[in-house]
């Protein structure tokens, strides 16, 4: 029956089910590639990326930002606001830490209530990282207030 001695299975064809996957996994393969590799069709996360950066920037700068000087529920607000978010770097007291003493007359980016907010908004190198994604800039204004007050005991 057999000439060989061993069993021939080269009649055997592979399931239809099998190589309709194969294929459509080549396809598959072939499409992402072409549609997601930048060289090719042009797309790109860091334009996407880069697209809602500039429109959350319009956003945040059409907000009129608000100054609390003086205001004492501003101070106290931007107390609690300092302690829960500033105090790990600048201590409670905001004497310096890991971050600089913030109730010295001058500051190494100025002292002025507009510098103050710029640094907590948009960070500073070397350390200060930018809080105004996570806190707002109510609240910043607020932490303004806060250490100009501290500055002018």
Not at 62 to 91: L, M, Q, R, W
Not at 130 to 140: A, D, N, R, T, W
């Amino acid at each position: 029956m057999h000439e060989q001695g061993e069993p021939q299975e080269s009649h055997n064809k592979i399931p239809k089910g099998w190589l309709l996957f194969f294929f459509g996994g080549i396809i598959f393969v072939i499409a992402y590639i072409v549609l997601y590799t930048p060289a090719i069709s042009g797309w790109s996360f860091y334009k996407e990326f880069d697209k809602e950066m500039a429109s959350a920037a319009k956003t945040e700068q059409s907000v009129a930002v608000k100054h609390y000087s003086g205001g004492k529920e501003a101070i106290k607000d931007g107390k609690e606001i300092f302690a829960n978010t500033c105090a790990p770097c600048h201590n409670a007291d905001a004497t310096g830490g890991i971050g600089p003493n913030l109730t010295a007359a001058t500051l190494k980016f100025g002292a002025t209530q507009k510098d103050i907010y710029e640094s907590i908004a948009n960070g500073r190198p070397n350390g200060m990282p930018p809080f105004l994604q996570q806190v707002g800039s109510e609240k910043i204004s607020k932490v303004t207030a806060f250490l100009e007050s501290l500055r002018k005991k």
